[in-house]
């Protein structure tokens, strides 16, 4: 019989298709706050106007604005961007950007909450994950600023109360989470997302592909996130091809905002993902390749390793992707290749010489040890990136 529990997130409102400046008016004056810190994307700062109509539509409750976060949310940036907010005394902080600008704010937040102002300090927080799966999340205070956040990419990571932050020193990325980490509110306007690199918006697309086609091949779905999971990739199968062929085409970027939106309900209620995250997050810490492209390039091949698995679970992916029938790996891979994006490692710059340690740190992500099919060791994962090459 089946059984389990649904956890809702700490998150109060989504808000969708309406201007993300005058959204973020109604939210500011419902929350009362004063003192607003912006965390921002570096070439949005640069080269639109986005952030000047946020400075403008907050007047004197601006407190302050980075720009300055890498990619892959460095704890060095984190750190300094939460003594800037410390310093500016933000209530609350607002993100204009992709997934690190977004984790980077729940890391101020943690920051902030905990007194953490070195980067050393963040070693006391992360979650430390055995070889054989097991993990211990040392316990943390609430963060000390909430956030909201105005996502221009489509990796969804602001639907969820987990960070990743990357020790730049050791060349690794760790994972952090509070329930209060998640943002109050996610504002998702189309046009926030124009100015956004075709290569960037689409392959966190995949991105968000990816959350769902893991969710509904998961080893402890749920209803709900079956549910939701299937809706994304409906929306995402007919959204992302129709934004490569018209970028102007707001309609389609909403759908593929909802898509991703929709593709992180498991991950709110706790569903387990597979190798395609636990390796790309490796190769996104380890090797420095962006999360998107990690899913372009990993996705099939997991599919194909797992379907002696989860064959059944997959055929619904072929389903909502529209061609029931035919091998789900090889509809992820064309909707991959129709959208211009990579499919190799080499196409990234990963070199062979580097998988034996992307295979052994990979042993150390949690979502290795609950992929449907069973990975016994690093070989294992060599094997799946030998393929990917």
Not at 72 to 92: I, K, Q
Not at 276 to 290: E, F, K, M
Not at 298 to 321: C, G, I, W, Y
Request: charged fraction near 20%; proline fraction near 6%.
């Amino acid at each position: 019989m089946l059984s389990g529990v649904y956890r809702f997130p700490l998150m109060e409102n989504v808000v969708f298709g309406k201007p993300y400046a005058d959204a973020l008016a109604q939210e500011v004056d419902r929350l009362d706050t004063r003192a607003v810190f912006i965390l921002a994307s570096g070439t949005l700062a640069r080269e639109a106007d986005l952030v000047e109509q946020l400075r403008q539509m907050l007047g004197n409750r601006f407190a302050g604005l980075c720009a300055k976060i890498g990619a892959h949310t460095p704890r060095t940036d984190v750190v300094a961007a939460a003594n800037m907010a410390r310093e500016a005394g933000a209530d609350l902080i607002v993100t204009l950007g992709g997934g690190s600008v977004t984790d980077a704010a729940k890391m101020v937040g943690l920051c902030v909450g905990n007194d953490v102002t070195a980067p050393e300090q963040l070693d006391l927080y992360r979650a430390r994950v055995a070889a054989d799966g097991t993990a211990q999340r040392p316990a943390a205070k609430p963060p000390g600023v909430r956030m909201i956040a105005i996502p221009t990419t489509l990796s969804a990571g602001e639907f969820s109360a987990g960070a990743g932050c990357t020790d730049t020193a050791r060349h690794v990325k760790e994972s952090y989470s509070h329930p209060q980490m998640i943002p109050r509110t996610v504002i998702l306007d189309p046009a926030a997302a124009e100015p956004t690199p075709e290569w960037l918006f689409l392959s966190t697309g995949i991105r968000a592909v990816d959350h769902a086609v893991e969710d509904i091949g998961s080893i402890d779905g749920q209803p709900i996130s079956e549910g939701a999971a299937y809706h994304a990739l409906r929306l995402l199968g007919k959204g992302l091809p129709a934004v490569k062929a018209d970028p102007g085409d707001r309609e389609a970027r909403l759908d593929c905002q909802i898509g991703a939106w929709m593709s992180m309900v498991g991950s709110q209620t706790g569903v387990s993902k597979g190798a395609s995250h636990g390796i790309g997050h490796v190769l996104g810490g380890t090797a420095g390749v962006p999360h998107g492209y990690t899913s372009c390039i990993m996705l099939p091949h997991v599919l194909r390793f797992n379907d002696p698995a989860n064959h059944e679970k997959q055929t619904r992916v072929s389903e909502a992707l529209g061609r029931p029938g035919e091998p789900a790996a090889d509809l992820v891979a064309q909707l991959i290749a129709g959208l211009g994006l990579p499919s190799r490692l080499r196409d990234v710059g990963v070199k062979p010489e580097q998988f034996d340690e992307i295979a052994e740190n990979s042993m150390y992500d949690r979502w290795i040890h609950t992929n449907p099919r069973k990975i016994e060791g690093p070989t294992v994962i060599r094997a799946l990136l030998d393929a990917a090459w």
